[in-house]
């Protein structure tokens, strides 16, 4: 079992960065992950991390998120530089341990223009 907390969401203007924290409990998960979801639009993927520390990012993202791992204290990380409005959602952390998927509850990002 995995039990996932988000942290650091809130308010920013264009141009600004935040960092959102994922704190797992249980056992430490082999892919970890950022996804998020606009009002209106599907869930998509963001970030994720794998056990090799391998990296995969959503396009929109590319060049201006980066994801991390602390695996001593089960926790995952994504850093959002030069945000947009259009980066505004919620973000979920995900996490795959044994083929099973477990999600956190989201936290809210919003970027103002």
């Known amino acids: 079992q995995v039990q996932l ?5 809130g308010l920013v203007q264009t141009g600004g960065s935040l ?3 994922c704190v797992a409990s249980g ?3 082999s892919s970890m992950g950022w996804y998020r979801q606009a009002p209106g639009k599907q869930r998509e993927l963001v970030a994720r991390i ?3 520390d391998s990296t995969n990012y959503g396009d929109s993202v590319k060049g201006r998120f980066t994801i991390s791992r602390d695996n001593t204290i089960n926790t995952v990380y994504l ?3 030069s945000l947009k409005p259009e980066d505004t959602a919620v973000y979920y952390c995900k996490a795959i341990l044994i083929g099973k998927v477990y ?5 809210q ?3 103002s223009s």
């Open 5 to 9: 907390v988000e942290s650091g969401g």
């Open 103 to 107: 999600w956190g509850r989201g936290t």
């Open 109 to 111: 990002v919003t970027v």
């Open 19 to 21: 960092r959102l924290s």
């Open 50 to 52: 794998n056990s090799g």
């Open 27 to 29: 056992s430490i998960a």
């Open 79 to 81: 850093q959002m530089n």
